[in-house]
């Protein structure tokens, strides 16, 4: 046996305790945290909670202050050029050259970074991306989707094993986003391991596994499910006359956490489900609206963590 060769362990990441400061502020804060071969790990959080940081520390780009992990099988700490050479991360201001085609740019990556068998290289990436029939286009002409495409092209041109996607389809239309999330649930298929992270939750229900972060530490990891059940927060919805009205009688009702509007609907929620129903009653009673209990979202739950966790990590 080679010693040189990593483990091949079922878990791409293991990380424990990884902390970071900027200028005395610490801006992660104990993550610990493991991801599994062919997952979709997704990373979620609001601004400024830690989630770039933790990805680069992750994979070797940033050294953290304290703690210690590996990533697909080298220490995060010593072997961070191995690690390199097996990650595409895409990060989130990506840039390249407007004047110059998808094809010439991926030809222009893969020669700033020496490549061996280049021609071959971008033929398959284009390939393997959906991107022949544009591989002519100039990139700065390209749609929002076409130039997330281009940039995951050229994140995996040297074929990596780990993705690391740091919010990639930030500002693209819907339409474009779910092909994006299409292709990166192909490429997990294919036994490719992708770290992401995002502010929208529907990408957030289409990762197999997720944490949220705020000011630097894990509030919640596990599978969307998961989240969802170790919430206790118990969803209304309520459809009718007047709901603007309503919203603010119910902000001001005890137990009512959190009344967002829905479309033409209200969803209702709070963590104490018998004194929410309490508080709700004289509502159910009024024929102008009609109340349904229903599941709450994960956009509810992550708003729960975020309001709840400032309290205990301001
Ligand atoms: N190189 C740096 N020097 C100083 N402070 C930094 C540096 N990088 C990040 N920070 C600070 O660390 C904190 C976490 O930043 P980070 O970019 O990891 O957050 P984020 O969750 O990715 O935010 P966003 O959703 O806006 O991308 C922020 O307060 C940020 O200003
Ligand atoms: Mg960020």
Redesign the pocket.
Known sequence: MCLTMPVQNKNVIEVEKLSKS??G?R??NELSMTVARGEIFGFL????????????MLCGLLTPDSGRGSCLGYDILTESGEIKQHVGYMT?RFSFYEELSIRENLEFIARIYQMPDRRRLVDATIERLGLGHRQQQLAGSLSGGWKQRMALAACMLHQPKLLLL??PTAGVDPKARRDFWDEIHRLTATGITVLV?T?YMDEAERCHRLAY?AY?AILAQGTPDELLAASGITTWTVEGQDLFELTEALRKAPAVEQVVPFGGALHISGTDAGRLAHSLAPFFEQPRWRWQPSKPSLEDVFIHLMNHGQDNYS
């Open positions: 900027f200028a502020k801006v992660v959080g609001p601004n400024g909670s830690g989630k770039t940081t933790s990805i680069r989130q740091d919010e992270s502010h972060l630097g």
